[in-house]
């Protein structure tokens, strides 16, 4: 008799730790601009891919896009985005950061940001995010589609990406380098091949661009997932060395992958905006 009751004593205790661990939920924030961003309906197809990210996790993780449309370190931050982020981030969380697009422009003054100026921003929110109990997850911009009349890649983001990869190095952050892993994959595809998940549209296609457009920044929901998934290999990969990064590994999503967008955060519409949300447009290609 005693042992049957400490047996059943300890399945309720086995059975009381595991509800409570299926019940703690993983929080992910996004910070960054248009090629993470969520989309208003007007502009479907274009999808940015951490709008798209929920489609690699379990219910159990919860993610917060604060990404917008035409932000660099410097406007994400004088616009007050980063300061309402981080008011609700929460020791545990995690914290993905992507920008650099916006930053390296020098002919929009709106956002253009000086390489001292992206660095110093960019370890600032390392040690924002750090000071809340949250782990920083640190990410090269993705590449552009650009391929040159031979079908040669070509790389547009200039010295910024090192510019990331040297914070991760000096400041010991998880670095996810999107990329190299993006510029590999568009090699891939290949100069045609890699046209389809981008947001090339015919006229009629997409309202917010009703004579069509060919756009080779910004993604199609087929890009934006095959971007979400180069993120999550790499995450698989960085984890072996990160214990951290167990929580987000844990709650993956193993089975089917079904296209799961992010809830939109109503309180960011409230937030002021000094950069016109269209800029951050893709140069037309004629190839």
């Not at 982020?85 to 002919?107: A, Y």
């Not at 910024?160 to 670095?175: Q, T």
Request: proline residues 3%.
């Amino acid at each position: 008799m005693r042992n049957k009751i400490i047996i059943l004593a300890t399945a309720v205790v086995a059975l009381v730790a595991f509800t409570a661990s299926k019940q703690k939920s993983v929080k992910i924030f996004l910070a960054g601009d248009s090629t993470m961003a969520d989309k208003e309906e007007i502009a479907y197809p274009e999808t940015g891919w951490g709008q798209t990210l929920p489609s690699y996790f379990n219910d159990n993780v919860i993610i917060e896009n604060h990404a917008r449309n035409g932000r660099s370190t410097r406007t994400f931050i004088s616009e007050g985005r980063w300061d309402f982020l981080i008011g609700r981030v929460s020791k545990g969380d995690f914290v993905i950061i992507q920008f650099g697009h916006n930053d390296q422009s020098k002919k929009k003054a709106d956002r253009y940001t000086t390489p001292e100026q992206y660095k110093a921003n960019l370890e600032k929110m390392v040690s924002d995010v750090r000071a809340k109990g949250a782990t920083p997850i640190l990410c090269t911009p993705i590449e552009r589609r650009k391929f040159d009349k031979n079908d040669n890649f070509v790389d547009q983001h200039g010295n910024y990406p090192n510019l990331v990869r040297a914070v991760a190095k000096e400041k010991n952050v998880i670095l996810i380098d999107m990329q190299h892993s993006s510029m590999d994959f568009l090699i891939a595809a290949g100069t045609e091949g890699s046209i389809k998940y981008f947001l090339h549209v015919k006229p009629g296609e997409c309202k917010k661009h009703p004579d069509g457009k060919e756009d080779n920044t910004h993604l199609r929901p087929e890009g934006a997932l095959a971007i979400g998934n180069l993120f999550i290999e790499e995450l698989k990969e960085v984890s072996k060395q990160h214990k951290e990064l167990k929580p987000l590994v844990k709650n993956l999503n193993n089975g089917e992958i079904k296209l799961t967008y992010t809830t939109k955060i109503k309180e960011i519409e409230t937030l002021k905006s000094n950069t016109n949300n269209n800029l951050d447009e893709g140069e037309k290609q004629a190839k």
